[in-house]
């Protein structure tokens, strides 16, 4: 495996290295790490306004094709973006969900109209999308959806409760996984449809976290509508859909996290070195195995998307993504743990901030990495498609 750039991809660093320094001033400066997972809330207007101005200059969905409004960027050109964005510490980016997930999904799955009306408002940060898949019933066992939509007047009218909807309160349309088929039953007679959130049929209440944000949201649709023809894929035939925009979710953007990681754990080690924790040979250990164990996450990333990038499908059916998944997550959460330790009695307090409390980034990082784990597929039903779908054990009992 050659995991050396050509003198193209290293003149395209250099290029999106100086675009960040000439850029990443000012004002813009000030908004250097801030975002991110379970610190969406900060600066959130003016990041949304950083995000335009790389839309402006052609920084955003740089992995799609030129005639949808990307940049069609090799996957190694990709890989250096987001290896390069980390790295400058710029602010994370607000448009995830659209620009990662539903956007590939429409140019993969949707109309030409759909394409035309969707995508230039995803590159251009005008629109921002939420994921509603998960139910009180339906997380881990997403065929369980029981959310309704039935065609009436040429509009979709949608009726059913949806959960943990990261970023509904701040976008403008939701992408839903419903049923459209009476009497369906699991990934049969399922539609997924375009539905937009500013509405008086939908309902979007925040759901407070152990953090003391809320990122997330409960969504209630009572009668909600949107137009006949923003379904994607034909009617009753969603699953496909839904499960093809869940093949997008772990791309390249996950390498970059490994940057986001490195920076978190020097950062710890900085912390220990300041209180002394360092000294103590257990935290030492601990630190020194967190870092040897990013280095094998990071190639492990590599190996993944230099097999995609040969065109070599066994890394997917290997259970790449799977492992993947399994690692980065409990890695991040014992990088939670370590700071705690490193922090000793004083990670117990938080700060008294108004009426409420505040968090350092250390006690936030903590609490939030609980939930690596469970989304994008829990530890759980990732170990079971490794063991049921690439080690060929038995299927487990289902209820
Ligand atoms: C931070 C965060 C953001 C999220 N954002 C979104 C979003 O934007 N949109 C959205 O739709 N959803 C979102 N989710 C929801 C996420 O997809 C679900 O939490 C996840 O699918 C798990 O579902 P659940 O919470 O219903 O747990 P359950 O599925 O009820 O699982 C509960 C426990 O049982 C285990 N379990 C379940 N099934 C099995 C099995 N077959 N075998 C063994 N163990 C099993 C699970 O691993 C887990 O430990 C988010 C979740 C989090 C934490």
């Known amino acids: 495996m050659d995991l050396s750039y050509s003198a193209e991809d290293e003149a395209f660093r250099a290029e999106i290295r100086a675009w960040l320094e000439q850029h990443l001033t000012g004002r813009w400066a000030e908004l250097r790490g801030l975002g991110g997972a379970g610190r969406d809330h900060e600066r959130f207007d003016d990041r949304l306004e950083w995000n335009r101005l790389l839309a402006e200059h052609g920084w955003t969905c740089v992995g799609w094709p030129e005639e949808h409004g990307g940049r069609g960027l090799s996957l190694w050109q990709q890989v250096i973006f987001h290896e390069e964005y980390a790295r400058a510490d710029a602010p994370a980016r607000v448009n995830h969900l659209g620009e990662e997930l539903l956007g590939p999904t429409l140019i993969a799955f949707g109309t030409e109209e759909q394409k035309v009306r969707f995508l230039p408002k995803i590159v251009a940060v005008e629109e921002l999308w939420a994921q509603g898949y998960s139910e009180p019933n339906a997380g881990s066992d997403l065929a369980n959806v029981q959310t309704k939509a039935r065609l009436e007047d040429r509009h979709w009218v949608i009726d059913g409760q949806k959960v943990w909807t990261s970023n509904a309160h701040l976008s403008q349309w939701v992408f839903v996984l419903a049923r459209s088929e009476p009497g369906s039953e699991r990934h049969h ?50 699953w496909a859909v839904a499960m093809g925009l869940l093949g997008f979710e772990r791309g390249v953007s996950t390498l970059a996290q490994t940057v986001d990681y490195g920076r978190e754990l020097d950062d710890l080690v900085a912390a220990a070195e300041q209180n002394g924790a360092v000294d103590d040979p257990f935290i030492r250990d601990r630190l020194a195995q967190l870092r040897v164990e990013l280095e094998v996450i990071r190639a492990q990333a590599m190996r993944g998307l230099s097999a995609i990038g040969l065109g070599d499908d066994s890394a997917a059916a290997g259970g790449a993504g799977s492992i993947f998944k399994l690692v980065w997550s409990n890695w991040h959460k014992r990088l939670g743990e370590v700071a705690m330790d490193v922090a000793g009695p004083a990670g117990l307090l938080a700060r008294p901030s108004g009426p409420a409390y505040d968090l350092d980034e250390w006690q936030r990082l903590f609490l939030f990495s609980r939930s690596d784990t469970i989304y994008g597929g829990s530890d759980e039903v990732q170990k079971n498609i490794l063991a049921e779908r690439v080690l060929g054990l038995p299927r487990e009992a289902r209820g």
């Open 189 to 238: 007679g399922l539609s997924f449809l375009l539905v937009p959130l500013e509405q008086d049929g939908v309902d979007i209440r925040p759901i407070e976290q152990l953090t003391g944000g809320s990122e997330f949201n409960e969504v209630f649709f009572t009668g909600a509508r949107t137009d006949a023809d923003l379904v994607v894929g034909e009617p009753g035939a969603g």
